[in-house]
């Protein structure tokens, strides 16, 4: 923090308490090197940086793709277009049974693509009902999507 105050009673040998550990008495092995200080003050820094990995544990768990760990500096991945046609996209795997052969859950389908790319869908049967309302097409993403898939291979081709 910058403090200096307590400098004087931390790294100074004068006239001092001796602060006696609860269990531990081998830092008084070299008492021309060490304070009781120096101990406490090391117990402190471990302790604190002991706090920050196990608060950085919680907030972002090592995840786990097929039991391989991702990277620490893994690719962060964001969803540019609207949520609707992310649902659109969750719901096109879903029923084609491209992920767990159809039987698993849109609502675990939606948290995973949500956790990869790290966005809040909301409502995801909200808004498939109102794709399912819409007046043109019903599938405006997945349409564009295979569009501009096909337009991209023919203009390779050329």
């Known amino acids: 923090m910058g ?23 081998e830092y008084y092995t070299d008492p021309e090197f060490n304070t009781t200080h120096d101990w406490l003050l090391a117990e402190i820094i471990a302790y604190r940086k ?8 919680l907030i972002n768990p090592a995840k786990k ?5 991702l990277q620490e500096n893994a690719v962060k991945l964001e969803w540019t277009h609207n949520k609707s046609a992310l649902a659109e ?5 879903h029923y084609s049974g491209s992920i767990n052969h159809g039987k698993g859950e849109i609502s675990k389908l939606a948290r995973a693509f949500q956790s990869f790319f790290d966005i809040e869908i909301g409502e995801i049967y909200q808004i498939f009902s109102e ?5 043109k097409s019903k599938t405006k993403f997945l349409e564009e999507l295979a ?12």
């Open 3 to 25: 403090h200096e105050q307590l400098d004087r009673y931390y790294f100074t040998r004068g006239q001092q308490e001796k602060i006696i550990p609860k269990d531990n008495l």
């Open 147 to 158: 569009y501009t898939l096909r337009h991209e291979i023919e203009k390779s081709e050329r």
């Open 89 to 93: 996209l969750i719901y096109a795997l």
């Open 65 to 69: 793709i097929n039991g391989i760990p």
């Open 50 to 57: 002991l706090m920050k990995y196990l608060q950085g544990r």
């Open 131 to 135: 794709i399912k309302m819409r007046q």
